[in-house]
């Protein structure tokens, strides 16, 4: 299994991957431990997040799980070709967009770097994996459902989707069921006033919450 494939199967493997979306990322490091710590195995920060690429190094060199490849990290919110080289290059294991923009996605398959643009449509989401994307994120899936999910992949099986948007521990599991690999979480996971209050603990206890969410609804399929 060669790196891209890895870090695939590693966001795979835990199911959840949480959205980092910050107005300061001083505490990363902390805040990528505690959700680690819950069993997530993937942490994706944002481009729209300040000292994104900065962080994102800092990371790499202070996680040990991202360095071993027990766990992926990754950027989000990128829109173009220059923001995904910028993010490879402070270590980005895979790349997030919240649109689809077929060279950025051309431009990370060809590098072997896993990339997961976003798409609403049954074309967009076709085109995007047509395109290399190793998981196509249908964004903003609160307001398609999870029965979509069903709907899509019906005629579309070949496809990996991961819901992003909305989901929160009330449908994630829904999500899985309906066939989703995985789910990207941003607030109802990384909440704000935990972050600014340093509460390790409930982001830990949050993270194990949609952790089980996921194994239970796998094992009902």
Request: aromatic content about 6%; glycine content about 10%.
């Amino acid at each position: 299994m060669n790196d891209a494939q890895n870090a695939v199967q590693v966001i795979e493997n835990g199911g959840v991957l949480p959205i980092v979306r910050l107005p300061d990322l001083a505490a990363a490091v902390d805040l990528a431990q505690a959700l680690l710590d819950g069993g997530v195995t993937a942490f994706e920060l944002t481009m729209t997040s300040p000292g994104a690429l900065d962080a994102l190094s800092l990371l790499r060199a202070r996680v040990p799980a991202f360095a071993q490849g027990a766990a992926a990290l990754g950027m989000g919110s990128v829109l173009n070709r220059k923001m995904a080289a910028e993010a490879i290059a402070s270590g980005a294991q895979f790349v997030v967009a919240p649109a689809l923009d077929l060279p950025t996605v051309t431009y990370c398959a060809r590098l072997g770097v896993p990339v997961m643009p976003g798409a609403f449509t049954p074309t967009e989401i076709q085109s995007a994996w047509l395109a290399g994307a190793a998981v196509v994120k249908v964004f903003p899936a609160t307001r398609l459902g999870p029965g979509y999910f069903t709907d899509i992949l019906a005629p579309l099986p070949h496809l990996k989707l991961m819901p992003t948007g909305g989901v929160g521990l009330e449908n994630a599991g829904e999500f899985i069921r309906s066939g989703a690999v995985a789910v990207g979480v941003g607030s109802a996971l990384v909440r704000k006033d935990w972050v600014a209050e340093g509460n390790w603990q409930a982001l830990t206890a949050q993270a194990q919450k949609f952790v089980s969410s996921i194994r239970e609804a796998r094992a009902e399929k």
